[in-house]
């Protein structure tokens, strides 16, 4: 790897030959170079690139040597945590101790080498495609989706969505409608690469939402002192704690609804479970476990991508 593009060699580079690289890698991946940024989080900092492709934000992320997966041997979750979990390990009855329970759903540590990539700042819907009310697609069927969603259009709903046909979302006053063009994992895969984009791999997703952290997660073992989604109300900006940047500069991990598909040989999700530990009421640290950048990555059991669940993160590894 370029000594330049590692993250402990572009740590140390003055700004303007920072500005300078990043124009370069602006030119030869036909993105625009907006600025640099300095990110701060959680004991880890980055002061990089942001590019703009397509009305997307980018940004620039080095190269790293760092260890995937933890063995929890200093496991210091919050007490509200703690106990929590404990009351939870009581209630089913677990003979073990909370460390290995934590520990059975994690990856088993392993050291990898990250490549250097811009990166998606932020995750997208898959398979939506923005319409308006005269879209013939929208009155196919019986009912139609227009049918459908003519019931709900006076109620206090912002949101309607059929599966895997059509989705209304409100803006403001107005209503947005949306036509669902079905696609696979393997077709998706396929697009992006035809497109010169790909989706991070299992390591090299972790190492976006914990840099390389020995802890649970990229802040600690905890949640208790976070204001998390699906627990808490947002601050006066409406923003909950993790919607906030990391030290890359990424929104990720913030939401076990969302889960990011990732590049493997068959459909593979990391950062989320869709929601099934909140639902089943386990709290506040296995409600959030699945955002874990140790936790392990989970497969489907066929091709097809849940368009309600699963979003992408698209990245270009540079060469």
């Known amino acids: 790897m370029n000594e330049k593009l590692s993250r402990s060699g ?4 003055p700004i303007q030959v920072k500005s300078e690289l990043m124009r370069s890698i602006a030119e030869q991946y036909e993105l625009e170079f907006k600025s640099l940024w300095a990110f701060n989080r959680w004991g880890q900092s980055c002061t990089t690139g942001v ?4 009305g997307s934000e980018f940004v620039f992320v080095p190269g790293d040597k760092v260890t995937i997966g933890t063995e929890l041997s200093e496991f210091t979750p919050d ?4 106990d929590e979990l404990l009351s939870l390990l009581d209630e089913t009855e677990y003979h073990g101790d909370a460390v290995s329970f934590i520990k059975s759903g994690l990856t088993r540590p392993h050291t990898v ?4 990539m811009l990166v998606e700042r932020r995750v997208s819907e898959i398979g939506w ?3 308006d009310f005269s879209d013939e697609r929208l009155r196919q069927g019986k009912p139609s989706p227009l049918e459908s969603f003519w019931q709900y259009e006076n109620s206090d709903i912002n949101r309607f969505v059929i599966s895997k046909r059509a989705k209304f979302l409100k803006r403001g006053i107005d209503w947005q409608p949306y036509i669902y063009n079905d696609i696979t994992y393997t077709g998706l895969l396929r ?6 984009f790909a989706l991070p791999n299992p390591d090299e997703w972790a190492y976006l939402c914990g840099g390389g952290c020995g802890n649970l997660f990229a802040w600690g073992d905890g949640c208790s002192n976070l204001t998390l ?3 808490d109300e947002p601050d006066s900006s409406g923003l909950y704690e993790l919607d906030k940047p990391n030290f890359f500069g990424i929104i990720i991990g913030n939401d076990p609804y969302k889960r990011e598909l990732v590049e493997a040989d068959k459909l593979t999700t990391c950062g989320g479970d869709g929601g099934v530990n909140i639902c089943g009421g386990v709290g506040r640290l ?4 699945s955002c874990s950048p140790h936790y392990a990555p989970r497969t489907g059991d066929n091709d097809d991508i849940d368009n309600e669940f699963d979003y992408i993160r698209r990245i270009i590894r540079i060469s």
Do not use: C, N, V, W
């Open 191 to 196: 697009g992006l690469a035809q497109s010169g």
């Open 79 to 82: 007490k509200s945590d703690s």
């Open 286 to 289: 296995l409600g959030y476990i």
């Open 229 to 231: 989604r699906h627990f």
């Open 51 to 54: 590019f703009d492709k397509d």
């Open 113 to 116: 080498q990250i490549a250097p």
């Open 129 to 131: 495609q923005p319409t």
């Open 10 to 13: 572009f740590k140390e580079l």
